[in-house]
Nanobody, 126 residues
């Protein structure tokens, strides 16, 4: 079993930055793709970003492209989401997700992921 724990959320002013981390424990996630999703109040959970095991391939939602960067450190079993130029509409609970190895393809759909964290709140004030 894999456990994912997100951290780094908080309250920030518009234009500011935050860096989210997702640490995996239990079975390692070697060779599996990972992603970030977010869910705003009253809305569905949406894809934000994804990364393959090697880090060579990444994908982003159009709404965050150019502002967010996903990366991973496999030695630490950790994936990151650097969020810059934050906007009030980025306010949401952010979830980390992992695909069961060896599924290493980029995926944008919730059902493609096998493991989920508990989420971390990001609030951007105007």
């Amino acid at each position: 079993q894999v456990q994912l724990v997100e951290s780094g959320g908080g309250l920030v002013q518009a234009g500011g930055s935050l860096r989210l981390s997702c640490a995996a424990s239990g079975r390692t996630l070697s060779s599996g793709a990972m992603g970030w999703f977010r869910q705003a109040p009253g809305k569905e959970r949406d894809f934000v970003a994804a990364i393959t095991w090697s880090g060579d391939n990444t994908a982003y939602a159009d709404s965050v492209k150019g502002r967010f960067t996903i990366s991973r450190d496999n030695a630490k079993n950790t994936v990151y989401l650097q969020m810059n130029s934050l906007k009030p509409e980025d306010t949401a609970v952010y979830y980390c997700a992992a695909r069961q190895p060896p599924r290493d393809q980029i995926a944008r759909m919730i059902r493609s992921y096998d493991y989920w964290g508990q989420g971390t709140q990001v609030t951007v004030s105007s």
